[in-house]
């Protein structure tokens, strides 16, 4: 099995994969938050320049509805020495699909269609894509993959969700099945898998899948993807603690001022919450913590309680 890390806006930057790759390893595909830029701004750029890259396989990836954008885009990728790039057909927030970007795409299947022909004839790059299965209905699905099917992805990565479901509800498994049954290139599924439960349960219906996609259950908890490996699960507080102290250096180093970069550690807190028990009293007070001295006091709190709790 070849695990990937799911691109998630401000969360998955290059300073969380370093960290990443660093103290917990185990996934052999990273993928960017997506580019929009036609000329890339220094964020976007620094988020994929080798050298904050270095021993990570990392695909960058496209958010766009206009051919010429990814193109444009995707030319710069390519000065990068990079060979591959992403389609963002998943993204379900407002912001993005109001503007027919990201699974809102899915909307306008003929325009799609068109966007798909132009890039696969012209962009020097291979082209994997992500996607959800629709929009409103599962019946859109078929439709989708008749258009799929047409170009020669290098992978399809499937969220078999609807773009007004987000992130709720079961995800439609039926959806990936009738997408195996019916394209020739690769596939890799993304979407739920947060335990070995969830994993299994994947692997009994899809016992030939070769990839698979993480992403909030993997921010959740850091060892998910060795535990899927290994089939056994282990809160490790000394390794969470390097891992997250190595993130908050590295934001305060690249970052200016206290408030950017305690916004960004909240960010992930978000989801680290649920690594721990019993802690909301200390995720309560990092949360509420405006200085950096007061954010450390409360996380080494916490991690402190958990490493008692183990004992």
Known sequence: MQFYLAPMEGITTYIFRNAYAHYYGEIDKYFTPFLS???LCSRERNDILPENNKNISLVPQIL?????????IARQIADYGYTSVNLNLGCPFGTVTAKKRGAGFLSVPQELDAFLDTIFTKCPLHISVK????????????ELLSIYKKYPMEELIIHPRLLGEYYKGSPHIEAFCQAAN??????????DITSQKSYAQLLAQFPDLKHVMLGRGI???????KELRLGESKQDI???RAFHNEIYENYRRIMS??????????????????YFTDAQRDIKKIRKANHFSDYEIAVEHLLKQAEGQIS
Request: aromatic share 14%.
């Open 64 to 72: 766009s509805n206009n051919p010429d954008t990814f193109l444009a």
């Open 238 to 240: 000394p390794t969470f």
């Open 257 to 274: 001022g206290q408030a950017p970069v305690l916004f960004k550690m909240k960010d992930l807190w978000a989801f680290f919450v649920h």
């Open 182 to 191: 019916c394209l020739s290139f690769p596939l890799c599924y993304n979407g």
């Open 131 to 142: 996607t959800r299965i629709g929009v409103t209905s599962t019946d859109e699905w078929e």
């Open 219 to 225: 921010i959740q908890n850091p060892g998910l993807a």
């Open 37 to 39: 830029n036609k000329k």
